[in-house]
């Protein structure tokens, strides 16, 4: 039985987790245990992550940032090397190039996928190029098999940002596999499919690259007898290369399991809230959902439609206030990175960026959580068609 707060029934926010007792329970276990962490849990739900998405090794870490920056050092990514990504993700994706001294090269969107668009990545390849991170925006899947041949062909590495994708699919294989890239990222932040409060994990099914993910993880030290260089005793330890304190903790760890256990559920309501949103807005030009009909595929992160503004004579500054009024949260999922002032003053970005700004001119995240009722929904679809006309 889920637990659905009191604010729930006043505000729904655009997204939220959804906690039940199991979860709690499995929490408090770990409170009265021996281990808060570096114990058992890690490992049960690095195990449980990676049988659910079909990929060889899972390393969690303390968020999804965390997990995006360690998979770029693992690949070797550094000071001098470019990395080609997207405009419109969260800052994250970007800022973890930025952490390993590396330089964000972006390419524009897709206008009706959302995602990096593929056929724009070759003319942005330079020899200094090492590695395409690709955003599964909103859910959507990006054309994997694409983003790979361009990959193989210029030898380069793909890191997924899956954090807005767990439970999607792309060719009947779960995001998160890694059948068309190096490493995938997820976020178990509260809004994400499942909740950990921070939290993050990377799969991949390179044996090289998970020991040297486990090792990023904690400064950098092993105690792994194949890998030290001497071994003299119990205590000891080695640092063999700069890494961080990017441990999750068995609390959170505890939490993740639980929540994995549901997250076919959650998937399935988020679906469900698609298709009811879908309908609702079929028909309608002002209010256009971002991409109609897939609810077999996507995990439906966010719920984005289209709205045109200038046609209905307001704002989205004023759209959203006179949502949050009548009890409903909404977001704009992205501001393009490319025109956020620390990129303008710092990061020599070039190229043309129409797409995503497009589109970020008419985005709106209406509320999308497995907690929606229909009823929920309803209010949202009431309010906006009341509001956008
Ligand atoms: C696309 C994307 N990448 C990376 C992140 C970073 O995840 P975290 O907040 O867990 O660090 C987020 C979080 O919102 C995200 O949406």
Redesign the pocket.
């Known amino acids: 039985m889920s637990i659905k707060n009191s604010t729930l029934k006043t505000f729904l926010p655009y997204g939220k987790q959804t906690i039940d007792q199991d979860d709690v329970d499995a929490v408090v276990n770990v409170l009265t245990s021996d281990y808060l962490t570096q114990g058992p849990m890690i490992g049960q739900f690095e195990d449980a992550f990676k049988e659910t998405v079909g990929a060889k090794f899972a390393v969690a870490v303390s ?3 965390a997990a ?1 920056q360690l998979s770029l050092l693992a690949l070797g990514i550094g000071p001098g090397d470019e990395v080609i990504t997207t405009p419109n ?2 800052l ?2 970007s800022n973890s190039i930025l952490y390993v001294g590396a330089t964000p090269v972006f390419v524009d969107i897709e206008l009706d996928q959302f995602g990096i668009d593929p056929e724009k990545i070759e003319a942005a390849i330079t020899t200094n190029t090492k590695a395409i991170i690709p ?1 599964h925006f909103a859910g959507f899947p990006v054309n994997l098999e694409k983003i790979q041949q361009i990959a193989k062909k210029h030898n380069l590495k793909v890191i997924e ?1 899956s ?2 994708a767990l439970g999607a699919s792309y060719r009947k294989s779960l995001i998160g596999s890694c059948n068309y890239s190096d490493c995938s990222t997820f ?1 178990f ?1 509260p809004v994400k499919h499942i909740a950990t409060g ?1 939290g ?1 994990m990377i799969t991949t099914n390179s044996s090289d690259m998970y020991q040297k993910l486990l090792m990023l993880r904690t400064h950098g030290v092993t105690k792994d007898s194949n890998q030290l260089t001497q071994n003299p005793g119990p205590w000891y330890y080695e640092m063999q290369t700069l890494g961080f304190n990017y441990r999750m903790t068995d609390i959170q760890a505890a939490l993740g399991c639980s929540q994995l256990k549901k997250l076919d559920g959650f998937v399935t309501r988020r679906r469900e809230i698609a298709k009811q949103y879908d309908l609702a807005f079929s028909g309608s030009d002002l209010i256009k959902p971002i991409k109609e009909q897939v609810h077999h595929w996507c995990s439906y992160h966010l719920y984005v439609v289209q709205i045109d503004f200038e046609r209905i004579g307001k704002t989205r500054s004023d759209v959203m206030h006179q949502l949050k009024e009548k009890g409903v949260g909404t977001q704009v999922h992205y501001i393009p990175i490319v025109d956020q002032p620390y990129y303008i003053d710092h990061v020599k970005v070039n190229g043309n960026f129409d797409h995503c700004r497009t589109y970020y001119k008419q985005a709106l995240s209406l509320p999308m959580f497995p907690l929606m009722d229909d009823g929920d929904v309803e209010i949202v679809v009431n309010a906006i068609k009341e509001i956008c006309k």
């Open positions: 968020n999804g940032t995006l993700s969260f994250a994706t955003v940002d954090c807005h976020s932040h921070e993050g």
